[in-house]
């Protein structure tokens, strides 16, 4: 599916150009700006220490495949997929045990991250896109797809408008192939669920997962499940109703996790979501390196939509010294897009994350959730009425 280069051929890529790229003492002074592709074939900029990082980055993975192997061999093949502990009273204890103490060595691998050949496997059945599949026809995907060719909708027109602006230059995404590939995933699902149809930042989220996942029926079932039950209700809908709300719950959490941060963002009348709308809706694959973005996403399939709060407040936190110092929003803004664009280390914002920010259960999320709703709700109808007080002026 993925275009002229395998994902053989990008790693090999890769590997071969950051070789060449070992910076010197004087290249290093020189502060020189390289560019390359990394292994799911998009270009990377950055300096020689960024090279240095990604260097680093590439030997992690293949350390953290060699220990995915060492558990394949002795618990065997596809253990991690035998995670889920039974309520049937026909299961031993001894199984039972097995499964819980595979499910606690899986979160801890997982956060380590997934080796690249694995993940569309583990995605698949972790995230319950699987599960979703098996509940229709084999041939659901080809008969949607077929039964919506030629439609033209709102949806429809707004996809065809956002596909050009989708990764622009990517090797494959940027080609009429990719285009056509994305269309289809993205109007298929425009049709399986009218309320949200399409909205702007799924383009994104669906492209990433089509080079993940190298088939559009595997990247039209990931976006299914995502949407449909790993992220929050009327997150895409019209009126982006959930990702307001989202909006609201994360800047609580700012203020509860980062106190200082909050307070002095408060005084310079910095609103989080100009920053954090555009985490939330493309999760991250607008702001992120990809394999970050991915070693992200790695974890939410596994562990829920909580996490995406961790690493938004991961990022605020890691440059809490300097945000505390800024005197305007453009400055605040700077900083966050700077700090996003060069995370190339995933393990970096996934220690922070995790260790520093703390545990967030999803009990305590949704309590914020239902907190923050009614006001939000408010809110979009006044919003609603005023508009409809305009329009109703006008005539």
Same mark, same amino acid.
């Given at each position: ?9 990008? =790693? ?9 790229? /070992? ?9 020189? @700006?390289?560019?390359? %592709? ?31 192997? +060492? ?5 065997? =093949? ?33 956060? &380590? ?7 569309? &496997?583990?995605w698949f059945s972790l995230s319950g896109a699987a599960k ?14 077929? +039964?919506?060719?030629? #439609? ?12 050009? /602006? ?21 109007? +298929? ?10 909205? %702007? ?54 203020? #509860? ?18 920053? +954090? ?14 394999? @970050? ?25 890691? #440059? ?18 700077? @700090? ?30 239902? #907190? ?5 709700? &408010? ?11 305009? /329009?109703?002026?006008? &005539?």
């Amino acid at each position: 599916m993925y275009g002229t280069k395998s994902k053989i051929d990008l =790693a090999f890529e890769y590997q071969s150009q950051v070789a060449v790229l /070992r910076p010197s003492i004087h290249s290093r002074r020189a502060n020189l @700006t390289v560019k390359f %592709q990394d292994l799911y074939g998009f270009t990377v900029e950055g300096n020689v220490d960024d090279v240095n990082v990604l260097n680093e980055v590439r030997e992690k993975v293949r350390q953290q495949g060699r220990v995915w192997w +060492a558990l394949e061999a002795s618990k065997g =093949a596809n253990w991690y997929l035998h995670t889920t502990i039974g309520q049937s009273s026909a299961l031993t204890s001894s199984l039972k045990f097995s499964a819980l103490t595979n499910a606690i060595t899986l979160k801890k691998l997982i956060r &380590k991250g997934i080796p690249p050949v694995l993940r569309p &496997k583990i995605w698949f059945s972790l995230s319950g896109a699987a599960k979703k599949k098996s509940t229709v026809p084999d041939s659901y995907y080809d008969d949607l797809t077929k +039964a919506v060719d030629g #439609k033209v909708t709102p949806a429809t027109r707004q996809i065809d408008h956002d596909l050009p /602006r989708t990764f622009p230059g990517h090797p494959w995404l940027d080609t009429p192939e990719g285009h056509a590939a994305l269309r289809r995933v993205l109007v +298929a699902y425009s049709f399986r669920d009218s309320d949200v149809g399409y909205c %702007q930042g799924l383009n994104y989220v669906a492209a990433l997962l089509l080079l993940v996942m190298k088939t559009e029926e595997d990247a039209f079932w990931m976006l299914a499940v995502l949407l449909e039950n790993v992220l929050v209700n009327d997150c895409y809908t019209n009126n982006l109703s959930g990702c307001h709300v989202e909006q609201r719950v994360f800047k609580d959490l700012l203020a #509860k996790k980062c106190p200082r941060i909050a307070s002095h963002l408060e005084s310079l009348e910095f609103d989080v979501s100009l920053v +954090a709308t555009e985490w939330f809706l493309c999760l991250f694959s607008k702001s992120l390196p990809s394999e @970050t973005t991915l070693r992200v996403w790695d974890v939410i399939f596994n562990e829920g939509a909580k996490v995406i709060f961790n690493v938004a407040l991961a990022i605020f936190k890691m #440059k809490e010294d300097e945000l505390i110092l800024t005197h305007h929003v453009g400055e605040v803004i700077n900083i966050l897009q700077t @700090t996003t664009h060069h995370l190339f280390d995933p393990d970096d914002l996934l220690t922070v994350a995790f260790d520093k920010i703390g545990s967030m259960t999803t009990n305590t999320i949704s309590k914020q959730r239902k #907190k923050q709703e009614p006001e939000v709700m &408010k809110e979009l109808d006044q919003r609603i009425r005023r508009l409809n007080s305009l /329009r109703t002026d006008d &005539k």
